[in-house]
C-alpha cells in the first residue's frame, strides 16, 4: 500500500463509511456522485493501492486521474505528499512515462500477413473458423512471421525465448492485445502437447484482452469468452442474435478471471455498468457466475450466460446456445 495508516481514516472523516480496503484498492463514496447518499452499502471510486490514481465506476459518473484531483475536490487544495511518500510519487511518474512512452511513442507494429509463405498457419485458422468466408488478412492483431514481430518491436528476448523462437516462429500463430502486452500464441500442429503459450510483451495496470467491435458502439453490452477462437467463431456465426446489439466482443486470454477482464473493459473501454454475456465453458458450473454477480452487482448491471450444447465451448460448430440468466 503506497498511502500511510491515516489515509483509510482520512476518507472516512470526510467521505463517510463504509471504507472498504481490498488487495488491489480502496473503494469508498465519490466525492462528485454520492456525496450525500449515506443509504447505500457499496460505492463505486476506487483508489488504486499501487498507484496515486482512483476511478469511479458508476454508470453516469467517469470521474479519473491522480489521487491530486481527489483530494483537490474533498477540501479545496493539494495534500498528496501528507498521505504518499515523495518516493513513491516519483517512482510513479517514471513509470508513468515509461508506459506512455511504450504505447504512443513506439505502438506495437504488426509485420504484414504471408500466407505463401506460412501456408499451414493459414489452413489452420480455417479450420479453427469451420472454413467461414472471413477474410484473414483482415483478423485483428493476427501475427504469422514471429521473428519479424520480435525484431520490428524491438522485443527483449530472455533466455528462455532464445531457446524457443525458432520452434513458436515455426509452429505457432499469434495474436496481440489491444494494448500490446501479451501476445497469445497457438500451436498448428494439433498432435502436439505444446497447445499454448502466452508472452507477456510488457506491464500494465489491468488485465489486457483481445477485442472484436460488436454492432452498437453505442451499447453497454459486452460479449465475453475464455479464448480467441471462442469469441471470434461467435463473432462470425453470432448464433446468440446478440452481435447487431453488442458493443465489443472480448477475452483475456486463458487463465485470466472474468471479473479483471469486466473491470479491465469498464475502464478502457468507458463502459459503465455493462449488460454481461458469457459464452461458458462447459465444464464452468453456473454457480461460479451466481457469486460473480452477487458480489459486483455495483458494476455489473446484468449477467447472461450460454453454453454450447453440442461441445465445451464456442469454437465447437454447429453452435447450440443455451442460456441462462444470473
Same mark, same amino acid.
Given at each position: 500500500?503506497?498511502?500511510?495508516?491515516?489515509?483509510?481514516?482520512?476518507?472516512?472523516?470526510?467521505?463517510?463509511?463504509?471504507?472498504?480496503?481490498?488487495?488491489?484498492?480502496?473503494?469508498?463514496?465519490?466525492?462528485?456522485?454520492?456525496?450525500?447518499?449515506?443509504?447505500?452499502?457499496?460505492?463505486?471510486?476506487?483508489?488504486?493501492?499501487?498507484?496515486?490514481?482512483?476511478?469511479?465506476?458508476?454508470?453516469?459518473?467517469?470521474?479519473?486521474?491522480?489521487?491530486?484531483?481527489?483530494?483537490?475536490?474533498?477540501?479545496?487544495?493539494?495534500?498528496?505528499?501528507?498521505? *504518499?511518500?515523495?518516493?513513491?510519487?516519483?517512482?510513479? $511518474? =517514471? /513509470?508513468?512515462?515509461?508506459? #506512455?512512452?511504450?504505447?504512443? %511513442?513506439?505502438?506495437?507494429?504488426?509485420?504484414?500477413?504471408?500466407?505463401?509463405?506460412?501456408?499451414?498457419?493459414?489452413?489452420?485458422?480455417?479450420?479453427?473458423?469451420?472454413?467461414?468466408?472471413?477474410?484473414?488478412?483482415?483478423?485483428?492483431?493476427?501475427?504469422?512471421?514471429?521473428?519479424?514481430?520480435?525484431?520490428?518491436?524491438?522485443?527483449?528476448?530472455?533466455?528462455?525465448?532464445?531457446?524457443?523462437?525458432?520452434?513458436?516462429?515455426?509452429?505457432?500463430?499469434?495474436?496481440?492485445?489491444?494494448?500490446?502486452? *501479451?501476445?497469445?500464441?497457438?500451436?498448428?500442429?494439433? $498432435? =502436439? /502437447?505444446?497447445?499454448?503459450? #502466452?508472452?507477456?510483451?510488457? %506491464?500494465?495496470?489491468?488485465?489486457?484482452?483481445?477485442?472484436?467491435?460488436?454492432?452498437?458502439?453505442?451499447?453497454?453490452?459486452?460479449?465475453?469468452?475464455?479464448?480467441?477462437?471462442?469469441?471470434?467463431?461467435?463473432?462470425?456465426?453470432?448464433?446468440?442474435?446478440?452481435?447487431?446489439?453488442?458493443?465489443?466482443?472480448?477475452?483475456?486470454?486463458?487463465?485470466?478471471?472474468?471479473?479483471?477482464?469486466?473491470?479491465?473493459?469498464?475502464?478502457?473501454?468507458?463502459?459503465?455498468?455493462?449488460?454481461?454475456?458469457?459464452?461458458?465453458?462447459?465444464?464452468?458450473?453456473?454457480?461460479?457466475?451466481?457469486?460473480?454477480?452477487?458480489?459486483?452487482?455495483?458494476?455489473?448491471?446484468?449477467?447472461?450466460?450460454?453454453?454450447?450444447?453440442?461441445?465445451?465451448?464456442?469454437?465447437?460448430?454447429?453452435?447450440?446456445?443455451?442460456?441462462?440468466?444470473?
Amino acid at each position: 500500500m503506497i498511502y500511510n495508516d491515516e489515509f483509510v481514516e482520512y476518507l472516512k472523516s470526510n467521505l463517510g463509511d463504509p471504507v472498504k480496503v481490498t488487495s488491489t484498492n480502496i473503494i469508498c463514496r465519490c466525492p462528485w456522485c454520492e456525496y450525500d447518499k449515506t443509504d447505500k452499502k457499496h460505492y463505486h471510486l476506487y483508489i488504486s493501492l499501487k498507484s496515486p490514481i482512483f476511478h469511479c465506476f458508476y454508470a453516469s459518473c467517469n470521474h479519473s486521474g491522480l489521487i491530486k484531483k481527489l483530494l483537490e475536490k474533498i477540501e479545496g487544495k493539494d495534500t498528496t505528499e501528507k498521505f *504518499v511518500s515523495k518516493e513513491n510519487l516519483e517512482k510513479f $511518474k =517514471s /513509470e508513468k512515462f515509461f508506459t #506512455k512512452r511504450l504505447r504512443n %511513442e513506439n505502438p506495437t507494429v504488426i509485420p504484414p500477413l504471408n500466407e505463401h509463405i506460412f501456408p499451414y498457419k493459414e489452413q489452420y485458422l480455417r479450420k479453427r473458423f469451420k472454413f467461414a468466408n472471413t477474410d484473414i488478412k483482415n483478423m485483428k492483431g493476427l501475427v504469422f512471421d514471429i521473428k519479424s514481430f520480435v525484431k520490428i518491436n524491438n522485443v527483449q528476448l530472455s533466455d528462455v525465448h532464445q531457446r524457443i523462437l525458432d520452434y513458436l516462429h515455426t509452429n505457432f500463430v499469434g495474436f496481440v492485445a489491444e494494448h500490446g502486452t *501479451v501476445m497469445s500464441l497457438r500451436n498448428v500442429d494439433d $498432435k =502436439s /502437447e505444446f497447445h499454448y503459450y #502466452k508472452w507477456k510483451l510488457s %506491464e500494465m495496470k489491468f488485465l489486457d484482452y483481445y477485442r472484436l467491435p460488436g454492432g452498437n458502439p453505442h451499447s453497454n453490452t459486452i460479449i465475453l469468452g475464455e479464448g480467441i477462437f471462442d469469441i471470434a467463431t461467435e463473432h462470425i456465426f453470432d448464433s446468440i442474435g446478440m452481435k447487431s446489439d453488442a458493443r465489443v466482443y472480448a477475452c483475456g486470454f486463458s487463465g485470466g478471471s472474468y471479473l479483471a477482464l469486466i473491470k479491465s473493459l469498464i475502464f478502457h473501454e468507458q463502459i459503465f455498468r455493462p449488460d454481461v454475456i458469457i459464452l461458458s465453458d462447459k465444464d464452468v458450473e453456473q454457480n461460479n457466475y451466481k457469486k460473480l454477480k452477487k458480489f459486483n452487482g455495483h458494476i455489473i448491471d446484468t449477467l447472461n450466460v450460454y453454453y454450447n450444447r453440442t461441445g465445451k465451448d464456442f469454437n465447437i460448430t454447429p453452435i447450440v446456445p443455451e442460456r441462462f440468466i444470473i
